[in-house]
């Protein structure tokens, strides 16, 4: 499992489009809400947690069309499937890969751009913490698209729409969670129930991706 989130983490570097991408994406994202919505310091504060959230999440989408589709088209993904290591081990080391160059730099650069919506400084910490517990699950539910849809040409158009509505409930309470932070509220409850989501995603996806790459490839 390692050497294969080592092998995805390099030709992510080589390629250009996991981490760069998804970075540059959050950082336009967030310097356009200002623009759009005007400049009131109130009003962006009040914004900022589910911008962020959404922000981070579309950011997340960009590269998930080249989990599985990359290694389906120069044959690499059959020689994975007939390895020792079991499918769903595959699945959970591409989604680790996936989450190692954008969920977690989205995380940590999450503060730097929260100061461009004038999000309570009280909200950081929080902030950082829900984009640490929910974007795995961002990543995980993404490989299972990225299952869904390997082989099909064009496919990330329907990868989009397949993921988008199961990315609800993690968006949801991640960013009730940095809402109740920055309203001075107690948000342990938004947190434990993101924790339980991706809990849960890491526990059946894996599964759930190995059967459809079974499918895919016979």
Known sequence: MIRVVLRDLKLAVRAGGGFGLALAFFLIAC?????????DSGRLASIAPGMLWVGAL?????????????????????LLATAPLPLEALALSKSAAHWLTTGLPLSLVAPILALL???????????????????????MIGTFGASLTVGLKRGGLLLSLL?????????????????????????????????????????VLPFACAMTLRGNLR
């Open 58 to 78: 579309l950011a997340c989408l960009l590269s998930l069309d080249r989990i599985f589709a990359t290694d389906f088209e120069d044959g690499s993904l059959e």
């Open 117 to 139: 919506l004038n999000l309570p400084s009280a909200a950081y910490g929080s902030l950082v913490l829900s984009l640490l517990i929910g974007t795995p699950t961002l990543s």
């Open 163 to 203: 993921v988008l509505p199961l990315y609800v409930p993690t968006l949801i309470f991640g960013s009730e969670a940095v809402n109740r932070a920055a309203a001075g509220q107690g948000n342990a409850t938004p947190l434990l129930l993101l924790a339980l989501i991706t809990l849960g995603s890491l526990a």
């Open 31 to 39: 310097v356009l809400v200002p623009f759009g919505v005007g400049p």
